[in-house]
């Protein structure tokens, strides 16, 4: 016995008329009228009476429709719940550096997270470098950084060059430039740079865009991280160079003046392995440019 065979015999009792329950379950009559008959040969009983106008159940049919009932709806709870149990089963891990937080990388995991609320998603905080790393031996399944790191075995998506803005206490002489400053007028300045690693990282690529301009800044300062560097520029120690999205860091007589420098810019990456483009981080690709464009972020779409 079969569970067609339960769907069957339930489509019939149900119809009261087997023209009308063939018609309902998409197959022919004949062969729905044998289905029936081999039902009730396996039983060893007669399920329907038979001649009766409309088609009526014997008292054993009655007792197994209650049954077969209950089965289905057991079938279909199982295979509901089994679903469920393989879709709550499916996570998608991101590595991100720490400074994306800040800006649109939240409302993207927000709507990433609404919008497949089944998916576990988890999040570990890491460098570039760390997450190529990562990528490659499958810690993680993407990665969103600053850096363009080359490998034959990465994807990386160029999602939008963020502009770079200049930290400063509010008092500071800087402070009164509110259209903006140029790298130049920093030279002399106590500059704070993040982070202090080895690798190449947010630090070297400030640098790299002071020497586009043949600049070399006098003072320079590397700590551990951003809101380090903020700390102590909120302390009216110097300024920090930080990407647009740091402005939603709020300290105390801390204010964000923009960079006019047409290189003054940090690209953001998202990155995947080459051979694994999951529909997963095809959604959350979506959701980046869906973000992008409700706030008006300059980008252009890329598909794969």
Do not use: W
Not at 261 to 272: G, K, L, N, R, Y
């Amino acid at each position: 016995m079969e569970l067609r065979h339960l769907r069957y015999f339930v489509a019939v009792v149900e119809e009261q008329s087997f023209t009308k329950a063939a018609e309902k379950l998409f197959i022919a009559q004949p062969p729905l009228s044998r289905q029936i008959q081999n039902l009730e040969a396996e039983l060893g009983i007669q399920l329907f009476e038979r001649g009766s106008r409309p088609l009526k159940t014997t008292e054993a049919g009655q007792f197994f429709y209650q049954h077969a009932i209950k089965l289905l709806s057991n079938a279909e709870e199982i295979k509901s719940m089994t679903k469920r149990i393989g879709i709550a089963d499916r996570t998608i891990t991101i590595g991100f550096v720490g400074s994306l937080l800040f800006g649109l990388l939240s409302p993207i995991l927000y709507l990433f997270k609404q919008r497949h609320p089944d998916l576990k998603i988890e999040m570990m905080d890491m460098t570039t470098h760390e997450q190529i790393l990562a990528l490659k031996n499958g810690r993680i399944d993407v990665g969103f950084g600053r850096l363009r790191i080359s490998d034959p075995s990465i994807k990386r998506i160029l999602l939008r060059e963020e502009p770079l803005m200049v930290a400063v206490h509010s008092r500071h002489p800087l402070a009164q430039h509110r259209e903006g400053l140029y790298l130049a007028d920093l030279l002399d300045q106590q500059l704070f740079l993040y982070p202090n690693i080895p690798q190449a990282n947010f630090s070297s690529q400030v640098r790299g865009i002071f020497s586009e301009y043949g600049l070399e800044p006098r003072n320079v300062r590397v700590v551990r991280e951003l809101q380090l560097a903020l700390g102590f520029v909120a302390a009216g120690e110097g300024v920090c160079i930080v990407p647009q999205s740091a402005r939603n860091i709020h300290l105390s007589h801390l204010i964000y003046l923009p960079l006019l420098d047409e290189a003054a810019v940090s690209p953001v990456f998202m990155t995947m392995r080459n051979l694994d483009l999951s529909e997963d981080i095809r959604y959350l690709l979506d959701c980046v440019y869906q973000v992008y464009e409700a706030e008006g972020i300059p980008h252009q779409r890329t598909t794969f």
